[in-house]
C-alpha cells in the first residue's frame, strides 16, 4: 500500500499536549494545497469493576465519549483557524477494547495509508515511562513508513 505524506493523521485526546499538535500540523499545513487531515480520538472505557451497577458504568462510558467528540470539535476549529479547508478534515472515533492506543492508532495509520502521524507528547517522567508506557514513544517505535510528529 502507498502512503501519501499529505494524508496526515493526528492522533488526539481532550489534553493540552494533544491541542499543540493540532496546533503544529494547522502551522505546518495551513493554507497549502493537497493535504487532508483525519483527527483520531481513541476511547478507552473505564473498567467496569470500578462501578457498583451496569447504569453507572454505561453512564461513564457515555461521558468517555462525549469527552472524546468535544475534543474532535475543538480540534477542528482549531485546523479551520489555521486556514485548513473544512472539507480536508476528517474526524474518527475508534473504541479500544483492551488494547494499547498505540497499537490502534497505528492500525488506523496503516488501514488509512496515512503517510504522517502526528500526536502530543503527555511529558512522563522516565519512571512513570517505564512503568506505564508512553504512547509517543510506543507510536515512534511502532511506525513502519511513515512520518512521525512528536509535538511537546
Known sequence: MGYNVKNILVAIDDSENAMRAVKYVGTIVGTSQGFAVTLLNIVRYPSRDHFPDSSQWEEACVKFEQKG????????KELVACGLDRSAINTRIVKSHGTSIASEIMKVQ??????TVALGRRGVT??????????SNKVVHYAKDCTVWVVE
Open 126 to 135: 522516565k519512571q512513570e515511562e517505564f512503568l506505564f508506557g508512553s504512547v
Open 69 to 76: 467528540k468535544d475534543a474532535l470539535e475543538q480540534a477542528v
Open 110 to 115: 496503516q488501514e488509512g495509508g496515512f503517510g
